[in-house]
């Protein structure tokens, strides 16, 4: 016999928990009223770094609109004042409780929303799976690059379980919302879910934490990291991800972190070239470390040439400082750009993390706009605010 699933088990099975990667901009945060009582302002929400000993709350920004609504169950009550996004959920959430398999078809979004075999396999999860469940309330949605993401709680039929999960929206050609029954691994969207579930994010807290007034103010980058494929309308509410950054020859106010940052990156070629792997080891973070010594136990020295080569012809040139994370951008004699992460160790020293892990945030400093703007002319300058 099978036995029953917990929240937590359910929560995974569920289609609609996705993934589990400028001229000057208003920073202001601003309330205003909205169609269900719910209230509307910009927000900007530090950007989590995973590695492989936890997860860091970084000082990079991503700025996107918010939307709070009240407790009390808003879309089980006529409203003719409710928006498109706001009109989309309630009617899905009606074609799952009556598992109306040819009405959420309908529902979902025409271009992102209807792949025959994820949609059934989807929209069969949903419909088991809120037979166990009660959704209980939606207190936050956010919108962001094509997407309106609500947020809700839902509760397991005992009601000793609790939980979030999204629900996710897209906006199509003609300005409705459709449905997205099962994963989307757009990044703006993977971030902002990470902040959500995180312990500082309101999945966890009655009082989240989003990025400060001083981080804010010394924003001196803003990059849009895309819109949403198979929609015209798909820069609707683009967010916005804000950094502090500089050349490393930078005689301004981050000169004291550049010139950290430059050497500690000339001690590990130091180091290396050496051949004292135990120095360069330590200026690792422990798990990168240890990796990297197991792999020269095995590694030929022809490998090992190779590693050491690519490491002391990278010239470092720009970095962003997201403190406690520094994202340092180099480049080969062959003019190829590589990304290095340092975050802060024991009495401030600067470790390289993340050298061989892969994570989410990779999409950000690694791929799209942010490694195009790296090679210009002069790094960065496309998307410097002016």
Not at 286 to 306: H, M, N, V, Y
Not at 309 to 318: D, N
Request: net charge positive; with cysteine; hydrophobic share 40%.
């Amino acid at each position: 016999m099978r036995r029953p699933l917990n929240l937590k088990e359910s929560i995974r099975r569920v289609a609609f928990l996705a993934c589990r990667p400028l001229a000057a901009i208003a920073l202001l945060v601003v309330g205003c009223c909205l169609a269900m009582g719910e209230t509307a302002r910009m927000v900007q929400l530090p950007i989590t770094l995973r590695t492989e000993a936890g997860r860091v709350r970084t000082s990079a920004c991503l700025q996107i609109e918010e939307r709070v609504y009240p407790q009390t169950p808003w879309w089980e009550a006529a409203n003719s004042n409710a928006d498109a996004a706001e009109r989309a959920f309630k009617s899905v959430l009606v074609a799952i409780k009556r598992k109306d398999r040819d009405e959420l078809f309908r529902l979902s979004h025409p271009a992102l929303g209807r792949d025959p075999k994820q949609f059934d396999q989807q929209a069969g999860a949903l419909f088991q799976q809120f037979t166990l469940i009660e959704l209980v309330s939606v207190p936050r949605a956010y919108e962001l690059d094509g997407l309106v993401v609500f947020y809700g709680k839902i509760r397991s039929a005992n009601g000793q379980e609790s939980a979030f999960a999204p629900f996710v929206f897209g906006q199509e050609e003609d300005g409705s919302f459709g449905f997205l029954p099962y994963r989307t691994d757009k990044l703006t969207y993977q971030l902002l879910d990470d902040w959500f579930q995180e312990p500082w994010g309101p999945s966890k807290t009655d009082r989240p934490a989003y990025c400060s007034d001083e981080e804010i103010k010394h924003t001196t980058y803003a990059v849009a990291l895309g819109s949403l494929g198979g929609a015209s309308r798909s820069d609707w509410r683009s967010s916005r991800v804000l950094l502090n950054g500089a050349p490393l020859d930078t005689r301004g106010e981050l000169a004291k972190t550049a010139g950290q940052l430059k050497t500690t990156i000339d001690e590990m070629k130091s180091a290396l070239v050496g051949g004292r792997l135990d120095d360069f080891v330590k200026r690792m973070a422990p798990e990168d470390g240890k990796r990297l010594k197991e792999w020269f136990t095995s590694a030929s020295q022809s490998d090992i040439g190779g590693y050491t080569a690519a490491i002391t012809k990278q010239q470092p040139f720009f970095f962003f400082d997201a403190s406690p994370l520094f994202v340092v951008y180099t480049k080969s004699s062959a003019g190829a750009v590589q990304v290095m992460y340092f975050t802060l160790g024991p009495r401030n020293a600067l470790l390289w993390t993340n050298s061989s892990y892969i994570t989410i945030i990779d999409g950000v400093f690694k791929q799209g706009p942010l490694k195009s703007a790296a090679s210009l002319e002069r790094p960065f300058s496309s998307i410097a605010i002016k």
